[in-house]
Nanobody
Framework: QVQVVESGGGSVQAGGSLRLSCTVSGYTFTTNYWAWFRQAPGKEREGVASIVTSTSITYYADDVKGRFTISQDGAENTAYLQMNSLKPEDTAMYYC???????????????WGQGTQVTVSS
């Protein structure tokens, strides 16, 4: 059974930083594509960043470019999201997703974590 587990969420003041981690277990093959999504109350889930494991090519939503960085450790089957210069509008539940298919920032990944809350206060 595949499990995706996120960690690293929390509360921070505007301008601060957080680093989210995501680990996949129970997976026979190394994850090929990772992505981070977020969902604020009353809003749809939106893609934040994604990465191709084999090339480390990354994709970002426009409103996080230059502030967020996605990375991955293939040996550990782990992905990260470094979030800097956080804003109150970044407040949301953040979800990690993984798959063998590159869905970019579409929420169609096969494996999902339960989410980790990020709260940014002004």
């Amino acid at each position: 059974q595949v499990q995706v587990v996120e960690s690293g969420g929390g509360s921070v003041q505007a301008g601060g930083s957080l680093r989210l981690s995501c680990t996949v277990s129970g997976y026979t093959f190394t994850t090929n594509y990772w992505a981070w999504f977020r969902q604020a109350p009353g809003k749809e889930r939106e893609g934040v960043a994604s990465i191709v494991t084999s090339t480390s090519i990354t994709y970002y939503a426009d409103d996080v470019k230059g502030r967020f960085t996605i990375s991955q450790d293939g040996a550990e089957n782990t992905a990260y999201l470094q979030m800097n210069s956080l804003k109150p509008e970044d407040t949301a539940m953040y979800y990690c997703a993984a798959d063998h298919v590159n869905w970019l920032l579409w929420p169609r990944y096969k494996y999902w974590g339960q989410g980790t809350q990020v709260t940014v206060s002004s």
